[in-house]
């Protein structure tokens, strides 16, 4: 099956910093990849759709000076969240969805907390 | 607006107590009602994809069918593994948009 990974699986850094958040599909190319924030016990909210080779699409509500996202090859789209507050704690999930199928597979996730 | 509801909220079943969980969906020109799989702290595993009503797709206890209304999730003779929280999602032509889920728990 598609294997899709996130790393890291979890980050703790401190007010003020950036953090990169990497996701890979490992045996399939992606032109699309979506990320998703989840809160506890909430279910999952698109923030952007990341594609190859051009500026992702975020959705309403979500700064996109404050998540920069990149796709730079058809496998590997990373998430930034720059100068992080303890508010963009969360859980960060990423899919890919495999060229001609409409079927997202999913990363394992990434744990943020910002002290 | 398009949208997806998920019942119940919660389900509390007996291993082996057979059930099934709902996916009400208003949703114009449907591209696909997606099933999903998430437990703690994990990302979503990927179940099922149903296109049409009719359509029915089975994975060991598990088997997904579809009306022009509604998504049903069997689980037949389910066991403590497969306590999970499941989530249906519709194509919105770019992007899946998900219900809230139903959190299931089995016990011995």
């Known amino acids: 099956g598609a294997v899709v990974s996130q790393h890291p699986s979890r980050v703790i850094c401190k007010s003020g910093t950036s953090v990169k958040i990497e996701c890979r599909s490992l045996d399939f190319q992606a032109t699309t990849m979506f990320w998703y924030r989840q809160f506890p016990k909430k279910s999952l909210m698109l923030m952007a759709t990341s594609n190859e080779g051009s500026k992702a699409t975020y959705e309403q509500g979500v700064e996109k000076d404050k998540f920069l996202i990149n796709h730079a090859s058809l496998t590997l789209s990373t998430l930034t969240v720059t100068s992080a507050h303890p508010e963009d704690s969360s859980f960060y999930i990423c899919s890919a969805r495999e060229d001609s199928v409409e079927t997202q597979y999913f990363g394992p996730g990434t744990r943020l907390l910002v002290l | 607006e398009d949208q997806v509801t998920q019942s119940p909220e919660a389900l509390r079943l007996q291993e082996g107590e057979s059930s099934s969980l709902n996916c009400s969906y208003t949703v114009s020109g449907l591209r696909g009602l997606f099933w999903y799989r998430q437990d703690p702290g994990k990302g979503p595993e990927f179940l099922f994809t149903l296109y049409s009503a009719g359509e029915e797709k089975e994975k060991e206890r598990l088997k997904a069918t579809l009306t022009k209304k509604e998504s049903f999730l069997h689980i037949t003779a389910p066991k403590p593994e497969d306590s999970a929280t499941y989530l249906c999602?519709?194509?919105?032509?770019?992007?899946?948009?998900f219900g809230k889920g139903t959190s299931l728990l089995v016990t011995p």
């Open positions: 999602a519709f194509n919105s032509g770019y992007a899946l948009n």
